[in-house]
């Protein structure tokens, strides 16, 4: 059987060790590893001194945009993209058009994704119709559908209604679903463009408060408490929102927390080139709130890194900043990003990583064959990252059909080498395969 030796990488951040990949397991670990590539024909062997292997990364949030704006990412180039920054699965987001919320159309969108072959796409089911927030979609239809869905969201919108809210809590228990909430409480964020605070006053734009978020963080958790729900948190923002998240995990409520890398990193100063690629729901906040997110992250208040890759078009970007669309890219620098914030940092190991970014958002989302041990036996999802490569952010040498990146022109750490899809390499030496 044809495989790959991984020799000498630095597994987990916990040592060097060889890992061996036959078909779409991980047949060995250690000197059986190399005891057995030596008695094989086919197998190729790729030196990964000085790299980190972690299991193959698992997102939670990502916008694909198809069906309907495949002008701006396509399943087959949001895959790519995902592959190429170390991912092997993603959670694709509902707010497509038409909008992912019957049977049908989450099966269309697995369907796609199994055949692009470039990393697992796992559809996100809308919650309610239309994403219009008036009467639950057909929770119970995706669950069983060939797309097995598992987390509902309407993210883009609120689930402002709070019997709604009740009411999916209570209905995705029957097939272990959770609720994916985007906070955002909508008269509270009316033409709402950046974080309200000093910024917002000084240059002009019209604030969105801390407390959008928060009041229906506090409301949602007190809901899952009341009616025994999964409840996660997208894209938590806010030093408030973490205290909320504290709170409600040491009253034993069932809630997880995501937060993305553009929140650990950038604040709402960028906003005064008025540049719309920092314009992002919801917005980047103060420094207090990035150190707040980040200790969030370090002490497991918050329980996962989430990209929310939101590819848009140049022509919605390129524009006077009210005009702009919220959103940025975030799959091929998520990993770098993490890596400056919260490894280089020393704030977190390697090993949190992966559990940051694979295992636990594997769990939450109810996939078992991702996010697993780097052990024989399990499925050879891997990536191997070269920690000490630097790398000065090109969006147009993104492997993404959009440039919508924020962090262009800034120097990051950290590159993937090499990414396995159940050992089938979908990036090799730094290059995304064709699917
Ligand atoms: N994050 C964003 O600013 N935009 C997302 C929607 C969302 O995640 O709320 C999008 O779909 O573009
Ligand atoms: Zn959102
Ligand atoms: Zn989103």
């Known amino acids: 059987m044809s495989g790959y030796l991984i020799a000498g990488a630095d597994v987990l951040g916990e040592g060097a060790d060889d890992v061996l990949i036959q078909g779409e397991t991980i047949t060995a670990r250690g000197a ?28 939670l949030h990502t916008h694909l945009r198809e069906p309907g704006r495949e002008d701006t990412e396509t399943i087959a180039t949001g895959t790519a993209a995902a592959a ?35 990393a697992d796409v796992h559809p996100v089911g809308a919650v309610t119709v239309g994403l219009a927030g008036e009467r639950l979609a057909e929770l ?61 006053a000084q240059i002009g734009l019209a604030g969105w408060p801390a407390v959008a978020e928060e009041s229906i963080i506090a409301r949602d958790v007190l809901l899952a408490e009341h009616v025994g729900g999964r409840l996660h948190v997208q894209h938590l923002s806010t030093a408030g929102s973490v205290e909320i998240i504290r709170w409600a995990k040491a009253r034993g409520i069932g809630v997880t927390a995501e937060v993305t890398p553009h929140h650990l990193l950038l604040t709402d100063e960028l906003a005064r080139s008025y540049d719309p690629v920092y314009k992002v729901n919801p917005p980047l906040r103060t420094q207090r709130d990035v150190e707040a997110v980040r200790a969030g992250l370090a002490d497991g208040t918050i329980d996962i890194v989430a990209t929310d890759h939101a590819p848009h078009a140049g022509q919605d970007k390129d524009c006077e900043w009210a005009a702009a669309s919220f959103g940025m890219t975030g799959l091929e620098t998520a990993l770098s990003v993490v890596q400056q914030v919260m490894v280089e940092t020393g704030i977190l190991t390697w090993a949190d990583v992966a559990r940051v970014m694979s295992h636990t958002p594997a769990r939450i989302g109810r996939v078992e064959d991702q996010g697993r041990e780097v052990a024989a036996g399990e499925p050879a999802n891997l990536t191997l990252v070269d920690p000490a490569a630097r790398r000065v952010v090109t969006p147009a040498e993104h492997v993404s059909r959009s440039r919508n990146s924020p962090y262009r022109g800034l120097e990051l750490p950290g590159a993937v080498r090499w990414t396995f899809l159940r050992g089938r390499a979908t990036v090799r030496d730094g290059v995304v395969a064709a699917a």
């Open 140 to 200: 119970g239809a995706m669950a069983s559908s060939a797309a097995r869905v598992r987390v509902f969201s309407d993210d883009g919108i609120c689930v402002w209604d709070p019997v709604l809210m009740r009411r999916a809590l209570e209905y995705t228990k029957a097939f272990d679903g959770v609720v994916a909430q985007h906070a955002q409480e909508p008269r509270l964020t009316v033409g709402a463009q950046m974080h309200e605070g000093d910024v917002s």
């Open 32 to 59: 059986a590893a190399r005891e057995r590539a030596a008695a094989e024909a086919d197998i190729e062997t790729i030196d990964a001194d000085g790299l980190v292997l972690l299991p193959g990364l698992v997102d």
């Open 84 to 118: 190429a920054g170390g991912f092997t699965a993603v959670f694709a987001m509902a707010n497509t058009s038409p909008v992912a919320d019957t049977a049908g159309v989450v099966e269309q969108v697995w369907r796609i994704g199994r055949d692009a072959a470039m």
